[in-house]
């Protein structure tokens, strides 16, 4: 009798896992979106009736239309919203590789006894519930908050901060910074210094050394802790609503506004199905050049 293959029994746990938390909700969201806004409770009307069997399966077909996803490219708010995401997402993005990068080489650079304790300073955060440090930071930038009491003591004029664009910006650089400086540590922390010795030793001056050496090798980690922060502030919902006010628009408040104050639930489930989508794309870019990588390295 042939015994089990141990590698697809191990396997098997993750694949159930994600088939039950993953693939079956997205499907559900993706037969909703498909649906029919109505007024009733729940507020939408299937287009496909599993009563029916395959009789209900063909008119579904038959009669499948993409109504709601067309409206999401007619409807101005929606491309607004979509395109706030991502100019938020990006540019706080680029300000984590541009804050996250030095720390996380100074951490990879220190002695290990301080490197340890800036790793806890870094893991910290995570100790602590995210909406409480949204709502800190509400406490700190508030017009008569911490930071502007700070500024009057000084004798600088207060600024007003909360329920703006800037706001948003430095909640999700507070909120995201360790998914950026953890794997840009490991990376930089795995990398031996004889390479730095060997092109001094070839006339790069430090700089350039960086460039040539320290910067090239750690691209994995630019790469994975970009996508650790993109992905999900481009869903984020809590701080732009939080810190940004009522009239920021992201998809993550789009799709709430429309599940619980318009009640519309098939345009709320075709955003999520294009956020999901939208997101899918740099996961498979990153897949694909990580198994680039790998291969030109055999």
């Known amino acids: 009798m042939k015994r089990p293959n141990r590698t697809a029994l ?10 039950l938390f993953f693939l079956f909700p997205f499907l559900l ?8 806004t109505a007024l009733a409770m729940p507020p939408y009307a299937p287009r496909l009736d599993w009563s029916a069997g395959l009789t209900g399966l063909k008119a579904f077909l ?17 491309v607004v919203a979509y395109l706030s995401s991502l100019k938020f997402a990006g540019v706080a993005t680029l300000i984590l590789l541009l804050l996250g990068y030095p720390l996380a080489y100074a951490m990879s650079r220190c002695s290990p006894m301080l490197r340890q304790a800036l790793l806890m300073a870094v893991i910290l955060p995570f100790w ?11 406490g700190i930038l508030k017009p008569e908050g911490l930071l502007n009491t700070f500024l009057r003591a000084i004798g ?3 600024v007003s901060i909360l329920n703006t664009e800037t706001a948003i910006y430095i909640g999700l650089v507070y909120a995201y910074l360790p998914f950026m400086v953890l794997p840009l540590y490991a990376v930089l922390e795995r990398q031996q210094d004889d390479l730095l010795e060997a092109a001094a030793d070839l006339g790069c001056a430090p700089l350039e050394a960086f460039w040539r050496v320290t910067f090239p090798m750690s691209l994995p980690g630019v790469a ?8 999900p502030m481009v869903g ?4 732009p609503d939080l810190l940004g006010g009522s ?13 619980f104050a318009n009640r519309d639930w098939p345009a709320a489930s075709a955003v999520a199905i294009v956020l999901l989508f939208t997101l899918v794309i740099p996961i498979v870019l990153y897949q694909r050049q990580q198994a680039k990588l790998m291969e030109s390295g055999q």
């Open 10 to 19: 191990t396997a098997l746990a993750p694949a159930l896992w994600l088939g």
């Open 156 to 158: 600088v004029p207060a």
């Open 224 to 231: 994975a802790g970009s996508l650790l922060c993109f992905i």
């Open 247 to 259: 009239s920021t628009l992201m998809l993550g408040k789009t799709i709430w506004t429309e599940f």
């Open 128 to 138: 602590t519930s995210f909406l409480i440090r949204v709502y800190a930071l509400i």
């Open 62 to 78: 038959a009669g499948l239309d993409f109504e709601t996803y067309a409206r999401l490219t007619a409807d101005r708010l929606y």
């Open 29 to 36: 969201v993706a037969k909703l979106s498909l649906s029919e």
């Open 236 to 239: 984020e919902f809590v701080i």
